[in-house]
């Protein structure tokens, strides 16, 4: 049972909420109808700065580029959390059709972000009015979509300039139903690597195939081996993807192309599944331009870590979750997709959970055109972030 100040005090933070609530509504479909990419995020860090210093938080700009970073001190305390959300949206167009549509073409916040920064900026009005003993510090990250802007701000001094004991974040997560929190201790997302690779021949007649190295019949070969690599080189029991996502090659139809291209990702949890991978990748292209008489030049980069969550406060993450009214439980397995705040929880103790927004069948999936952020979420968001700094400074 609580004491009845704690029942007061949560009593009167859900009031705060639900006043706060309409403007982070408001805000949020803002941040929607004018996104911004990746260390562009301009006019999202000057709303977020300005909202932060009408808290009277300490305010820093221009963290790792586009980064904010507001600080709210209370008591005497040397304990301290990091509560992490992003800002950027993806580059591609909004086809929604909603009220608060994206106006900006060619950008569109297909994957939540703007949901994210609403419910931190919440977190600190709440948070702004309580009594606690130690620091929080507002982490809001330009540049998560495959730019690494968790990185940028860590090689800021993000954690040598705002100490943090833990550093949290969370993802809105359309498969989970609203009201659900999931989370797991190591592996919650995957490492992502992107491979481009040139094929060259010399370009032809398509009437006269055997006066020039197909690049296309290699393009095609390779396509084909690449797609064997997982299954013949990675342990059953392990987990990793490699896809090709982009074929480019070829103008006309009795042309044989100089050059052809391929892009594609590989997805692994395990440090040494990346070794083995790239390695193969490479011997098996290597194996194809030999074999065709064309030159295949390969580009690897290991763009982001897997997001490993640490024991401790993976656990601290669910029991705030269930504090927050939610339905939590241990994730039963990882996911493919990617998130650079690994390269926070590289830093420093950490956790990543999933919330669930979903709103039944015709919920849209993450990075979808006409994805948009579930506005119910909102309050549960806000009420975990607030949860989690509760019980990391023990108040």
């Not at 929604?96 to 009005?125: E, F, I, K, N, V």
């Not at 990346?274 to 690897?300: F, H, K, M, N, W």
């Not at 806000?382 to 700094?389: S, Y």
Request: glycine share 10%; net charge negative; charged share 20%.
């Amino acid at each position: 049972m609580k004491p009845d100040g704690d029942d007061t005090m949560a009593t009167e933070s859900n009031a705060t909420l639900a006043e706060a609530l309409p403007a982070l509504v408001q805000l949020r479909r803002d941040l929607h109808s004018h996104p911004e990419l990746g260390f562009a995020e301009h006019r999202t860090a000057g709303i977020v700065a300005q909202a932060l210093r009408d808290l009277d938080l300490e305010v820093h700009t221009g963290v790792g580029g586009t980064g904010v970073v507001g600080v709210l001190r209370k008591g005497e305390g040397k304990r301290s959390v990091g509560l992490r959300a992003d800002m950027d949206a993806l580059p591609m167009d909004d086809c929604s059709g909603l009220p608060h549509a994206s106006t900006h073409a060619g950008a569109h916040h297909g994957c939540g972000h703007d949901g994210h920064t609403a419910m931190l900026l919440g977190a600190a009005r709440l948070l702004a009015g309580q009594d606690f003993d130690g620091t929080v510090n507002f982490i809001f990250q330009p540049a998560e979509e495959g730019l690494g802007g968790a990185r940028a701000m860590v090689q800021d001094g993000l954690f040598e300039r705002f100490p943090c004991d833990a550093v949290y974040a969370l993802h809105n997560w359309p498969t989970l139903p609203l009201g659900q929190a999931r989370t797991r201790p190591g592996a919650i997302m995957a490492a992502a690597d992107r491979f481009d690779i040139a094929i060259r021949g010399r370009g032809g007649h398509a009437a006269q195939p055997h006066t020039t190295p197909d690049a296309i019949l290699a393009a095609g070969q390779l396509v084909s081996q690449l797609h064997t690599l997982v299954s013949r080189r990675i342990d059953p029991a392990e987990s990793a993807v490699l896809s090709i996502t982009r074929i480019e090659g070829g103008q006309s139809h009795n042309v044989l192309p100089a050059e052809v291209r391929l892009t594609g990702t590989v997805r692994s949890f395990d440090p040494a599944a990346q070794d083995i991978l790239e390695a193969a990748l490479r011997q098996t292209a290597a194996g194809i331009a030999l074999g065709s008489g064309t030159d295949i030049e390969v580009r690897y980069d290991r763009y982001y870590p897997a997001t490993i969550n640490h024991a401790a406060e993976a656990g601290t993450a669910l029991a705030a979750a269930r504090d927050a009214g939610l339905d939590a439980a241990l994730a039963p397995a990882p996911a493919f997709t990617s998130e650079d705040f690994a390269f926070m929880l590289q830093a420093r103790p950490g956790a990543y959970l999933w919330l669930g927004q979903g709103r039944g069948a015709d919920e849209r999936p993450l990075h979808h055109p006409a994805y948009d952020f579930n506005d119910d979420a909102l309050p549960l968001g806000v009420r975990w972030l607030v949860a989690v700094a509760e019980r990391q400074l023990g108040s």
